[in-house]
């Protein structure tokens, strides 16, 4: 009965649970790993994203739920559901999605492990010989590494990390005739490889740590009666980036802010364990970290399912992952090898990477620090790669004397550590930098040149979607601007004075930003739309963007589809609006894109009566981004290049290979295609011949 009722509380609500969306996603991920016409190792990879995917969502989504549960603050869900009925709704959701994981790892994947040349073994099934090899690894490697931490009347609980893989063993004595147990807990130290490689003639076994532990954990408990050995791995709640928590209210935030002080780590919110463990165990623990049965997770399988990365990695099985096409030349250049510096004076640049590379904004920047005509460099920084091209240029200008001025963002969630060691070296080196602004997470993609050219200066503007990082520029979908347009320059500017500065300007021509005024100006483009389809006049939206989740932009496009504007959305992950639905939003459809590529591109379309106004930049539909970020969109002009930001929607509205359509209910279904439709796959087709032809015709988005 109260399931029921749960249930009709969720159908009913017109907005759809965030965190329920978010597991809809992983499951879609998921189904890259189901996916038989992938190779196999990309299979294997999508199921170890699904596992990381799953690691985030747990600390940070589960954590923050927490947050409420735990300080006895009210909580409503999109859904309509309080804090503890949305805890057992998502737990549950959670748990069938696990199991659906090692379903799909068990009977879909690991069969098929000896076909592709390698196995995960333990160690009673390997030979004598490979034994011994093992015997040796774990007396000279791993033996010395592990720490015993007992817990009874003597010893105090000990500290166990977050998401390391930690053996619970339980041992007994007799003291005084009577037997008393206690549980002893070894971690597994994370700088030691999950397996030990053992190279065969036909194959490579992945022997798993934890394995070679239990298989030798005797010698840790000299002389002591074992009575069980538990395998377990535990997530602490990570949200403590409470800036960025979209719905606690600034007084709670500082309020739990004092409390975090005086934890040295967060509270568990999952515990993944092997089947049958010692209930004698599993009682001290539920009790210590105040959990029960909806956080414990029974595996049956390889616990923490990331560990196939280092099968994914392997250099024996490179050349049977997905080989990515090399990169084309990007549209609105006439050939490779152009000076960008003197082909931008003239003509804009739009980039749509991974089809076209990131190389012309890292030479340029290479360039840029060379240039004895530079006399400065400005750019945001939120995400880069290890031993980054784009922090060694900036380094390398400031020792050539040029002026450069650099945001790391600090806050970048599991970046922060490396985002401060690099802001630091390049402050050695003489650059100006912010670490941040305040309450604010600096979202924002931009990078300004400024060029003396004869008697005038001349700025070249690049800004985009993605990241500063060759790295996964190469894996997401992005959309970036090269510019010297003047205006644009203008507002990047003064755009760059508020962030690292103090000042207000009152507007930008071509740049909509956050926090200032971000969802007040979608809101008017959006009610334009409306207006415009009451007037009888042709109207539209289509938008392509990661996650949506804003109540108030929501609401304006129920509103916009009560008035007949047809709205097209494609949210790669959270969708929190509810398409189809009879007299709220029938007009609206909504499909995601998951396949070989992240889809990361952010383009706004409205249809402004024949003469459309289209957006890139960096930012989503999310409180998070009006509200607790620093973000900006940028007006595309130049007409070339809004073409081809039309084109890119245009074929991510016809694709049928990587689309899933969401229904009215919230739920998903992937795109078939039917045996005389045309095969569409975005992630092919835009590095294809074909494409570049086909994309300087006019297409109706609507």
């Not at 196999?40 to 989504?61: G, H, P, Y």
């Not at 980039?351 to 400005?378: F, Q, T």
């Not at 400031?398 to 390049?426: M, P, Q, T, Y």
């Amino acid at each position: 009965m109260l399931v029921n009722k749960v249930s009709d509380q969720i159908k009913k609500s017109k907005f759809i649970s965030r965190d329920l969306s978010w597991l809809r996603f992983n499951y879609r991920v998921l189904d890259q790993a189901r996916d038989t016409n992938k190779t196999f190792f990309d299979r294997l990879k999508f199921l170890a994203i699904t596992a990381s995917n799953l690691d985030e969502f747990f600390m940070i989504r589960v954590g923050s739920l927490y947050n409420y549960i735990d300080y006895g603050k009210e909580r409503l869900d999109y859904s309509g559901l309080r804090e503890l009925p949305f805890r057992k709704k998502l737990l549950d959701y959670a748990h069938r999605f696990v199991n659906d994981q090692y379903l799909t790892y068990n009977n879909e994947l690991k069969p098929l492990f000896e076909k592709q040349g390698f196995d995960i073994l333990k160690v009673g099934e390997l030979t004598e010989v490979e034994q011994k090899k093992v015997d040796s690894y774990f007396k000279n490697t791993i033996y010395p590494m592990l720490t015993p931490m007992v817990y009874d009347t003597y010893h105090g609980f000990p500290l166990l990390m977050n998401q390391l893989l930690t053996f619970g063993v339980v041992t007994r004595t007799i003291d005084d005739q009577k037997a008393q147990d206690r549980v002893t807990f070894v971690q597994i130290p994370q700088n030691l490889a999950r397996f030990y490689e053992i190279n065969r003639k036909d194959k490579i076994v992945f022997v798993p740590i934890e394995e070679i532990i239990r298989w030798k954990i005797k010698k840790l408990f000299r002389n002591i009666e074992i009575v069980s050995v538990n395998l377990f791995r535990i997530t602490r709640n990570g949200d403590f980036t409470l800036e960025e928590s979209d719905d606690l209210e600034a007084d709670f935030v500082q309020e739990i802010k004092v409390k975090l002080r005086t934890r040295k780590k967060g509270r568990v919110v999952r515990l993944e364990i092997e089947r049958n463990p010692s209930q004698f165990m599993l009682k001290i623990l539920k009790e210590r970290w105040t959990i029960d049965n909806a956080n414990i997770f029974t595996i049956n399988s390889l616990i923490d399912l990331k560990a196939l990365w280092q099968v994914v990695k392997h250099r024996q099985f490179q050349s049977k992952c997905f080989k990515q096409p090399a990169s084309v030349t990007p549209l609105s250049v006439p050939s490779d090898g152009i000076d960008l510096f003197e082909y931008l004076k003239d003509h804009d640049v739009l980039l749509h990477h991974p089809y076209n590379s990131m190389e012309p904004v890292v030479n340029l920047l290479e360039r840029a620090a060379e240039d004895p005509s530079v006399l400065g460099i400005k750019q945001t920084i939120y995400r880069i790669a290890d031993q980054s091209r784009v922090t060694a240029a900036l380094l390398k200008a400031a020792e050539n004397g040029k002026h450069v001025s650099v945001l790391f963002e600090v806050k970048a969630r599991f970046d922060e550590e490396r985002n401060i060691k690099e802001g630091e070296r390049l402050e050695k080196a003489g650059c100006f930098v912010i670490y941040g602004i305040g309450k604010y997470k600096t979202h924002t993609k931009m990078m300004m040149i400024i060029r003396k050219e004869g008697e005038k200066v001349t700025r070249y503007v690049h800004i985009g979607s993605g990241n500063y990082n060759e790295q996964t520029a190469r894996q997401y979908t992005d959309v970036s601007m090269l510019t010297t347009n003047e205006v644009y320059a203008h507002d990047v500017s003064e755009f760059f004075n508020v962030i690292t500065g103090h000042s207000r300007p009152n507007e930008y021509k071509y740049l909509l930003t956050s926090p200032k005024s971000l969802r007040a100006q979608l809101i008017e483009l959006i009610r334009n739309e409306a207006r415009n389809a009451k007037k009888g006049l042709k109207s539209g939206i289509v938008i392509k963007i990661n996650s949506l989740e804003d109540k108030e932009v929501i609401e304006e496009f129920y509103k916009a589809s009560k008035a007949g504007v047809p709205i097209k959305l494609i949210v790669r992950g959270i969708c929190c609006l509810r398409p189809g639905r009879e007299d709220l939003s029938e007009n609206i459809f909504v499909k995601s894109i998951v396949g070989e590529y992240l889809e990361h591109s952010r383009i706004y379309y409205f249809h402004n009566n024949g003469a459309p106004k289209v957006y890139g930049g960096s930012a989503d539909i999310m409180v998070r981004s009006f509200d607790r970020r620093i973000e900006a969109l940028f007006l595309i002009v130049n007409e070339e290049l809004k073409r081809e930001a039309v084109n890119i929607l245009y074929y991510n509205l016809l694709d049928n290979q990587n689309s899933y359509i969401m229904r009215e209910d919230g739920t998903y279904v992937k795109k078939r295609t039917s045996a005389n439709e045309e095969v569409v796959d975005i992630h092919k087709l835009f590095y294809a011949k074909s494409y570049c032809e086909v994309q300087q015709e006019e297409v109706e988005l609507i």
